[in-house]
């Protein structure tokens, strides 16, 4: 089943939108396979972000999302990549239609309150990155 890397920044936990998201993600469908509240390295932060390094907003980047805590997630269900970006609206907040996570709640893309895996590839990658295997749970709901 298809498993996908959803991150809660800094700036959703602080506004207490971790329940908000995660209720969307459930009444969606998907599965939550795996979930920490952790404050982010700077290696972590510069490994995960690695497409960005050069990039002029990388620095500032590393900055906010090692700042204070995150959620990192790994939910699972059909198409949870695409369909999780879906839930979570376009990068910038302008784009991002009403009824998607960050159109519902962001204003500026550096402060976008969520990250979520652009594709299963990078998913595989991102989750290996933030996970170690036995913090994730295999289950299956019982409906
Ligand atoms: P995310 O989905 O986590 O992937 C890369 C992040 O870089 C993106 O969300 C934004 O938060 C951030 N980002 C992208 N473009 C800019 C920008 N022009 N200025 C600041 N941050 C950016």
Known sequence: MERTFIMIKPDGVQRGLIGEVIAR?????????????????????????DVHKDKPFFGGLVEFITSSPVVAMVW??????ASG???????????????????????TIGRNLIHG???????????????????????????
């Not at 009403?98 to 962001?106: H, N």
């Open 25 to 49: 993600f459930e009444r969606k469908g998907f599965t939550l396979v795996g979930m920490k509240l952790m404050a982010v390295s700077r290696e972590l932060a510069e490994k995960h972000y």
């Open 85 to 107: 970006r879906t839930l979570i609206g376009a990068t910038n907040p302008i784009s991002s239609a009403p009824g998607t996570i960050r159109g519902d709640f962001g204003i």
């Open 76 to 81: 699972e269900g059909e198409n949870v990549v």
């Open 117 to 143: 895996s652009d594709a299963v590839e990078t998913a595989q990658r991102e989750i290996a990155l933030w996970f170690t295997e036995p913090e994730l749970a295999s289950w299956t709901p019982a409906n």
